[in-house]
């Protein structure tokens, strides 16, 4: 089955035993998402929600490469974590890091650092924007595909190539061409704008399809239209270690191209 945004939900297959296919459900439903506040945030006095206007989320080494460039190297202050827990008690591992500008106390960027399971994602999206409830709030989702899942019938595509969906209450300038048909999304990308349409807020998603499996520069650089258009324009400032922070993300999953490691 499809949803709104195409992530594709899989029926459970009836040809294996039914107590199999009741122990691997709960084992897929074992994993746990909390929001954990920092302590100044968990003040009712400090409600991050009521004052943010835009909220950033990205998905992917390419898209955090692209948030640290320009935006997370600059002051800011952690407002709280999306953490994975195998169960409620578990030892917390950080899905995802929620950060505020102090020059803009507006915009929220939520990075997230670790891949969130289908199952867990409704939870992940459900306490994120449940801990805005700001109607007002707009949404900004950077993203990345293989090139491989891109379709087209043109022969001559180059990649990286961008492109955005956006939700039917979204009214600003995009900074991409509109996803052509077949081409579907899928995981917490499509989950969060899936979202965003369900509740009428404005939200667009941008997603870089690569043809690359290693971390390239050309995928991270292919984000830079967004700095034209806001929140970018308004937040983003180019780090002086611009290079430097490109090269360690490049450098950084050189181990694998060996079959052995």
């Known amino acids: 089955m499809a949803t709104f945004f195409g992530e594709v939900v899989f029926s459970a297959s009836r040809a294996i035993d039914d107590d199999d296919d009741e122990d691997s459900f709960a084992n897929e439903n074992s994993e746990v998402i909390t929001l954990d506040l920092s302590p100044a945030f968990s003040k009712p006095t400090n409600d991050v929600g009521k004052v943010t206007d835009q909220l ?8 955090n490469v692209f948030a640290d460039c320009y935006i997370l190297h600059q002051e800011k202050e952690t407002v709280g974590t999306m953490n994975k827990r195998l169960d409620r008690d578990g030892q917390p591992i950080e899905g ?19 891949d969130i399971e289908q199952h867990p994602q409704f939870s992940f999206v459900e306490q994120l924007f449940s801990f805005l409830g700001n109607s007002n709030t707009s949404v900004t989702i950077l993203s990345s595909c293989s090139g491989s899942d891109y379709k087209t019938h043109r022969q001559d595509v180059s990649f990286p190539i961008l492109r955005c969906l956006k939700t039917s209450s979204f009214t600003g300038e995009v900074a991409a061409p509109h996803l052509e048909p077949p081409n579907t999304i899928s995981g917490l990308a499509s989950s969060a704008l899936s979202y965003c349409q369900i509740h009428g807020i404005p939200a667009v998603m941008y997603v870089i399809y690569t043809d690359s499996i290693f971390m390239d520069s050309g995928a991270i ?36 191209d060996s079959l052995y490691t």
């Open 96 to 114: 995802a890091i929620l950060s505020r500008l102090r020059e803009h106390t507006d915009v929220l960027l939520c990075k997230c650092v670790k």
């Open 56 to 63: 950033v989320v990205t998905l992917g080494p390419a898209a």
């Open 221 to 256: 650089t292919a984000f830079n239209p967004l700095l034209k258009l806001q929140p970018f324009r308004k937040v983003a400032k180019k780090t002086n270690n611009f290079q430097g922070i490109i090269k360690a993300a490049v450098d950084r999953p050189s181990n694998l």
